[in-house]
């Protein structure tokens, strides 16, 4: 019985928060996400000055949401003042600092425009470890293939550059 009352009240909380979802208002996760977002980008702000009073503002707003209680209307402005400085603050940040964004180079691999994971890559097996072809003894047909090429791009001679000698 003590289970069954426990999921109906999961179920009621639920309803509750796809209700205010839909109606526009903020529920406590998406008003804390909302703030750790904007204040993460606040905070990597290359300006100095723009980023301590962006940090500071940020505060102050959702402090005051947060002593002003259950009133609807400010909670829908600050939700719509938030998302739009949020927008803002990712245009001004750059983009190598956002949550999420990758701090160095990877590996990637896509196979049937699917990307495949770093497990997968690893068991692929590798190119040859030697090849006959190096600088001094050039693959004939890359040297054919290259010279086309040329040729398609209206590089006919070199007659041009070489002078009267």
Avoid at 96 to 122: C, F, M, N, Q
Wanted: glycine share 8%; net charge positive.
């Amino acid at each position: 019985l003590a289970s069954g009352s426990a999921t109906r009240t999961r179920h009621a909380r639920a309803g509750r928060q796809r209700e205010a979802g839909a109606s526009g208002l903020m529920s406590a996760a998406e008003f804390t996400s909302l703030y750790r977002q904007i204040l993460h980008l606040s905070k990597r702000l290359p300006d100095p000055v723009k980023r301590a009073a962006a940090v500071s503002a940020a505060q102050d707003k959702f402090r005051q949401h947060w002593s002003a209680g259950d009133d609807e209307a400010a909670r829908a402005g600050l939700k719509a003042e938030a998302e739009s400085r949020l927008g803002f603050l990712k245009m001004m940040t750059p983009s190598a600092l956002h949550r999420g964004a990758s701090r160095s180079g990877g590996r990637w691999l896509y196979r049937d425009g699917e990307k495949v994971s770093t497990d997968e890559i690893s068991k692929l097996p590798d190119k040859a470890k030697w090849s006959n072809w190096s600088g001094s003894n050039m693959d004939p047909d890359s040297v054919t293939k290259h010279n086309a090429l040329l040729n398609r791009a209206g590089f006919r001679d070199n007659a041009h550059a070489k002078g009267f000698f």
